[in-house]
């Protein structure tokens, strides 16, 4: 596949289509050109500047608060930090621990007063066949 770059047409870079996703995360707006997904080593021996539209980072140690603490400053310190937009998976874990309440003091609540009624009623079962 060959492209162009938008503000010089004649500038021009070939690239071979490694792979291909029907996953519509990466997929492009209706009318628009498909969306492709090189690395930053490659894009910057075809295009002077570069415009990172999306990004992802991966930590060493996962929900690292710290690390990520350390980005978002990074982040914010930039001119265009106006322009930034980011999740955090571990806010999301957060929102999704602080939905859960209770759930899991209550399923083990659950389970104890399910086996006190089952054991409960083995008593009775078996007094009754102790009595015939």
């Known amino acids: 596949m060959t492209c162009a770059l938008?503000?010089?047409?004649?500038t021009t870079k070939t690239f071979t289509i490694e792979g291909v996703t029907d996953e519509n995360y990466y997929t492009a707006l209706l009318g628009y050109p498909p969306t492709i997904i090189a690395s930053d080593q490659v894009v910057k021996t075809f295009a002077?500047?570069?415009?990172?539209l999306k990004t992802s980072?991966?930590?060493h140690k996962e929900y690292?608060?710290?690390?990520?603490?350390?980005?978002l400053a990074l982040?914010?310190?930039n001119d265009n930090a106006k322009d930034f937009s980011w999740?955090?998976?571990i806010e999301d874990a957060d929102e999704?621990?602080?939905a859960q309440g209770n759930m899991p003091q209550l399923g083990i609540g659950i389970v104890l007063i399910t086996w006190i009624v089952l054991e409960k009623n083995g008593t009775v079962v078996e007094r009754i066949k102790g009595a015939e």
């Open 64 to 71: 690292d608060r710290d690390t990520e603490q350390e980005i």
């Open 6 to 10: 938008y503000e010089d047409q004649q």
């Open 48 to 52: 002077n500047h570069p415009i990172t």
């Open 96 to 98: 999704i621990e602080k």
């Open 75 to 77: 982040l914010e310190e």
């Open 87 to 89: 999740e955090s998976k």
């Open 57 to 59: 980072i991966k930590y």
